[in-house]
């Protein structure tokens, strides 16, 4: 593994910050998402998390309590690291060590696999995740920056 794909993760979140963000931005994020998985009948869930807040969760049929562990670990990671739980997965493995296995930080509470990524406001910071729980972490992470990405060019536009 190179320095890469860490550089093409830190261009997604410096490309994915919105220019504001409020509860109908996470309806708006939550449900794109669950468009998204409709079409495949993907058993996935999602969660929009900002200012300390779950703004928009949803589970899909096919999901059960783990997708929940791992959204609320996914999430976590990110809103401790500032980094999408994506990244940190693939710079733990860069430096060979195993994420889940650093002395400070509880495997139950944080974990380094794909699909949570950072919600920021341009020029302001972070401020949340969205968060995606089901498929292989790749797909998770996928489906949150599509959905990132649609939202911060409807922003762009003015709409």
Not at 116 to 126: D, E
């Amino acid at each position: 593994m190179n320095n890469d794909i860490l550089n093409e993760l830190l261009a997604q979140e410096d490309e994915l910050q919105l220019h504001y963000f409020n509860n109908d931005t996470a309806w708006e994020l939550g449900n794109l998402i669950k468009a998204a998985a409709d079409k495949t009948a993907a058993p996935i869930a999602v969660e929009v998390y900002a200012f300390e807040h779950v703004l928009f969760s949803y589970f899909m049929p096919g999901t059960n309590k783990d997708n929940h562990d791992w959204i609320k670990r996914k999430r976590q990671s990110v809103m401790r690291f500032s980094h999408s739980s994506y990244y940190q997965g693939q710079y733990n493995a860069l430096k060979n060590r195993n994420f889940e296995l650093i002395p400070h930080l509880d495997p139950k509470e944080y974990c380094a696999h794909g699909g949570s990524f950072p919600i920021r406001l341009k020029n302001s910071g972070l401020i949340g995740a969205v968060t995606v729980s089901g498929l292989a972490q790749e797909i998770d992470h996928q489906m949150a920056i599509d959905a990132m990405r649609i939202i911060v060019g409807e922003q762009k536009r003015g709409s």
